[in-house]
Every structure is written in structure tokens, then in C-alpha cells.
């Protein structure tokens, strides 16, 4: 069983920066792609951002492009997402995810390609 644990969501003003990490208890984690997802009160989990699995390939949603760096170090089994100049309507609870297929060089943009997902951290972004 895989276990992942993100951490680093809090309170931050416009304009500001937080930087979320996920732990994986996976001993292979090098070999899958991670995900990051997000859910707003009232709304669909939607997706954020994906890395493969060696980090050569990274895919944003629209609404982060430019402002959301998703990176990942292979031998502390964690992976981040950087999150700059956020917006009000960023806040929501993110989630990172372990995709199912190994190796792919593709980093997977649905929620149903993968199969771990961590508790969530809570990030507020106030106007």
C-alpha cells in the first residue's frame, strides 16, 4: 500500500507564494508519473498538474500556466508544486496522486489514471 502525505497549504494574502511538497512511502516512486489536483468547495476535483516520471516532461491546466511549477526529486520520493502569484481562486484543497502506469513519458491529465491519492492540504488564498 502506498502512502502519500502532502504537506505545506496554509493562509497566504494575493500575490503570495506557497510551496506544496507530497511523500511517498513507495519505494519505486521513480518509475510513475505524479499528479497534483485540486477541489473548491462546491466543485469538481479538477486537475492542476502532472510530472512523468523522470521529471522530462511537465503538463499545467490552463489557469496555472506561468504561476505553478510542479518538480520532483526521485531519491526523496517527493514531489512539489510551487505555487506563485495565487489568486483568490486558487484556494481549494489540493492532492497530490501516483499515476497507474509505470515509465510512461507522458505525465496522465485524468484523475482516473491514477491509483494513490493523499488526504489533501488545505490552501487559502485571501483578497
Known amino acids: 500500500q502506498v502512502q502519500l502525505v502532502e504537506s505545506g497549504g496554509g493562509l497566504v494574502e494575493a500575490g503570495g507564494s506557497l510551496r506544496l511538497s507530497c511523500a511517498a512511502s513507495?519505494?519505486?516512486?521513480?518509475?510513475?508519473?505524479m499528479g497534483w489536483f485540486r477541489q473548491a468547495p462546491g466543485k469538481e476535483r479538477e486537475f492542476v498538474a502532472a510530472i512523468n516520471y523522470n521529471g522530462a516532461s511537465a503538463l499545467y491546466a490552463d489557469p496555472v500556466k506561468g504561476r505553478f511549477t510542479i518538480s520532483r526529486d526521485n531519491a526523496k520520493s517527493t514531489v512539489y508544486l510551487q505555487m506563485n502569484s495565487l489568486k483568490p481562486e486558487d484556494t481549494a484543497v489540493y492532492y497530490c496522486?501516483?499515476?497507474?502506469?509505470?515509465?510512461?513519458?507522458?505525465?496522465?491529465?485524468?484523475?482516473?489514471?491514477?491509483?494513490?491519492w493523499g488526504q489533501g492540504t488545505q490552501v487559502t488564498v485571501s483578497s
Open positions: 513507495d519505494r519505486i516512486f521513480s518509475r510513475y508519473g
Open positions: 496522486a501516483r499515476a497507474q502506469s509505470r515509465w510512461s513519458p507522458y505525465p496522465p491529465l485524468r484523475g482516473l489514471e491514477y491509483d494513490y
